[in-house]
T-cell receptor, first 115, second 113 residues
Framework: GAVVSQHPSWVICKSGTSVKIECRSLDFQATTMFWYRQFPKQSLMLMATSNEGSKATYEQGVEKDKFLINHASLTLSTLTVTSAHPEDSSFYIC???????????FGSGTQLSVL | GENVEQHPSTLSVQEGDSAVIKCTYSDSASNYFPWYKQELGKRPQLIIDIRSNVGEKKDQRIAVTLNKTAKHFSLHITETQPEDSAVYFCAAEVGNQGGKLIFGQGTELSVKP
C-alpha cells in the first residue's frame, strides 16, 4: 500500500533552534499535505494545509512565520519549526492526499522535545 | 467551521463486551467520516470509514453507523479483546475540501481481560 515516510521520528533540540521535519510520499504523488500537531493525551489539531507549488493555508491561531511549510514537489513536504520553545514540544504528523476523494495516508509522526 | 464532539473520553469494558463511541459534527456538507485507532507514540490507523450515501458499514467486529439528519455517527466494537485497548478518534471531512479532516477529542478504550 501507499507509504508516507516521515523523518525524523524523534528529535530533541535546544530552545531557540530550528527543526525541520520531512514527509515523503514514496509511491504516489501527494497533491495535498496536511500537517497536524498532537499534544499528550489530546486530539490531532490541524495546523495547515499545503498544496504542491503554492503557499500553505494555516489554521486560525497557527503562526505561519513560526511553522514554515514547503511543498515544493509532489513527493516532499517539509515543516520547519523556527526558534523552537518548550511549548512547541509535541507530536507532529503529516497526512498526504492523492487527489480528491482518495485515501488518506499518515506519516509515522515526529516527537519533538524542546529543552 | 466544522466542529466534532466525541464521547466518552474514557471507556472501560470487560473482554467480550461491546464498546460504543459516539461523535457529532456541525458541518452539514461533510460527507466522509473515518475512525482511527492510535497506540501511544504511533500514527493513527484507519480502522473503518463511512460516506454519507450509506447509513451503516461493518467490518468483522467493527461497525459504524451514520445519521446525517442528526449529524452524528458512532463506532461499535463487539466482542472486545485486550488488543483493542487504544485511543480512538472520529473525524469528519470538511465540506468539499478533499482530505481535510477535523478530529474528535478521542476516546481512551481499555479492555480488561
Amino acid at each position: 500500500g501507499a507509504v508516507v515516510s516521515q523523518h525524523p521520528s524523534w528529535v530533541i533540540c535546544k530552545s531557540g533552534t530550528s527543526v525541520k521535519i520531512e514527509c515523503r510520499s514514496l509511491d504516489f504523488q501527494a497533491t495535498t499535505m496536511f500537517w497536524y500537531r498532537q499534544f499528550p493525551k489530546q486530539s490531532l489539531m490541524l495546523m495547515a494545509t499545503s498544496n504542491e507549488g503554492s503557499k500553505a493555508t494555516y489554521e486560525q491561531g497557527v503562526e505561519k512565520d513560526k511553522f514554515l511549510i514547503n511543498h515544493a514537489s509532489l513527493t516532499l513536504s517539509t515543516l520547519t519549526v523556527t526558534s523552537a520553545h518548550p511549548e512547541d514540544s509535541s507530536f507532529y504528523i503529516c497526512k498526504a492526499v492523492a487527489g480528491r476523494n482518495e485515501k488518506l495516508f499518515f506519516g509515522s509522526g515526529t516527537q519533538l522535545s524542546v529543552l | 467551521g466544522e466542529n466534532v464532539e466525541q464521547h466518552p473520553s474514557t471507556l472501560s469494558v470487560q473482554e467480550g463486551d461491546s464498546a460504543v463511541i459516539k461523535c457529532t459534527y456541525s458541518d452539514s456538507a461533510s460527507n466522509y467520516f473515518p475512525w482511527y485507532k492510535q497506540e501511544l507514540g504511533k500514527r493513527p490507523q484507519l480502522i473503518i470509514d463511512i460516506r454519507s450515501n450509506v447509513g451503516e458499514k461493518k467490518d468483522q467486529r467493527i461497525a459504524v453507523t451514520l445519521n446525517k439528519t442528526a449529524k452524528h455517527f458512532s463506532l461499535h466494537i463487539t466482542e472486545t479483546q485486550p488488543e483493542d485497548s487504544a485511543v480512538y478518534f472520529c473525524a469528519a471531512e470538511v465540506g468539499n475540501q478533499g482530505g481535510k479532516l477535523i478530529f474528535g477529542q478521542g476516546t481512551e478504550l481499555s479492555v480488561k481481560p
